[in-house]
């Protein structure tokens, strides 16, 4: 039997809007609740893993997936489930791409700086599973030991020169290259892997100065009241 042509056309748009309509439960069923902002300064952005974006603004839920991108006046500060925190810089760009948490040994979080600066300190998964915690930046991964850390890729033009950078404010952390170095990073030291190599000069280095992009403001103090640990009060 020949359908009427304006059904056939009815028809196709329906099963169109239907697929959509399950694309898009299935991209909300697989994005899960990492955290909650807890501050933000100026304007910034989230955008999730289907392209949708929305403004970051305080209690806003960031879920797996989502990425924060701040302009040159904002600064955000996210509170993720397990109690670690994450305070994306101005002009900077940091995506959630992974996070469970469930108090299981299988918790994990994986944080990319795609553009910008990080600062990131551990939490309940990094205290109890300290390898399933990793940041990336460009060609370097970067692995903790209960951390308080900067995470930063510098462009050319900047004081610092540039390349990716990754300050040890407490702590230990494991640098580790795509090409195979790796160097461990102590409390107060700087990893480094230049934008340029000159002739002769290691690809991963460890650098005594500390960088001049480190800028600590308000939401510096805020993360390290919320990380201290807490005194009982004497009866």
Same mark, same amino acid.
């Given at each position: 039997?020949?359908?009427?042509?304006?059904?056939? %056309? $009815?028809? @196709?748009?329906?099963?169109?809007?239907?697929?959509?309509?399950?694309?898009?439960?299935?991209?909300?069923?697989?994005?899960?609740?990492?955290?909650?902002?807890?501050?933000?300064?100026?304007?910034?952005?989230?955008?999730?893993?289907?392209?949708?974006?929305?403004?970051?603004?305080?209690?806003?839920?960031?879920?797996?997936?989502?990425?924060?991108?701040?302009?040159?006046?904002?600064?955000?500060?996210? &509170?993720?489930?397990?109690?670690?925190?994450?305070?994306? @810089?101005?002009?900077?760009?940091?995506? !959630?791409?992974?996070?469970? $948490?469930?108090?299981?040994?299988?918790?994990?979080?994986?944080?990319?700086?795609?553009?910008?600066?990080? &600062?990131?300190?551990?939490?309940?998964?990094?205290?109890?599973?300290?390898?399933?915690?990793?940041?990336?930046?460009?060609?370097?991964? !970067?692995?903790?030991?209960?951390?308080?850390?900067?995470?930063?890729?510098?462009?050319?033009?900047?004081?610092?020169?540039?390349?990716?950078?990754?300050?040890?404010?407490?702590?230990?952390?494991?640098?580790?290259?795509?090409?195979?170095?790796?160097?461990?990073?102590?409390?107060?030291?700087?990893? $480094?892997?230049?934008?340029?190599?000159?002739?002769?000069?290691?690809?991963?280095?460890?650098? @005594?100065? @500390?960088?001049?992009?480190? %800028?600590?403001?308000?939401?510096?103090?805020? !993360?390290?009241?919320?990380?201290?640990? &807490?005194?009982?009060?004497?009866?």
């Amino acid at each position: 039997m020949k359908l009427n042509p304006l059904y056939n %056309q $009815f028809f @196709r748009k329906l099963m169109l809007s239907m697929l959509l309509i399950v694309l898009g439960y299935s991209a909300n069923a697989l994005a899960q609740e990492a955290g909650k902002i807890m501050r933000v300064t100026g304007k910034a952005t989230i955008t999730s893993n289907a392209n949708q974006s929305r403004d970051a603004a305080k209690d806003e839920v960031v879920n797996t997936g989502d990425t924060i991108s701040s302009n040159k006046e904002s600064q955000v500060l996210i &509170r993720l489930k397990d109690n670690s925190s994450l305070l994306v @810089r101005a002009e900077s760009k940091v995506k !959630i791409a992974a996070f469970q $948490f469930e108090n299981k040994p299988t918790d994990n979080a994986k944080t990319t700086v795609l553009a910008g600066t990080l &600062r990131a300190v551990s939490g309940q998964i990094g205290k109890g599973q300290p390898d399933n915690v990793k940041y990336e930046a460009g060609t370097a991964t !970067i692995g903790i030991r209960g951390t308080d850390i900067e995470v930063g890729i510098v462009e050319e033009g900047a004081k610092d020169r540039a390349g990716i950078y990754n300050y040890v404010y407490d702590g230990e952390t494991v640098m580790a290259l795509n090409t195979g170095e790796t160097a461990n990073i102590e409390k107060e030291l700087t990893g $480094f892997t230049p934008a340029k190599l000159l002739p002769g000069e290691a690809r991963l280095q460890i650098l @005594r100065d @500390r960088p001049a992009f480190l %800028q600590i403001g308000g939401f510096d103090a805020l !993360i390290n009241q919320l990380t201290a640990p &807490r005194i009982p009060m004497m009866r």
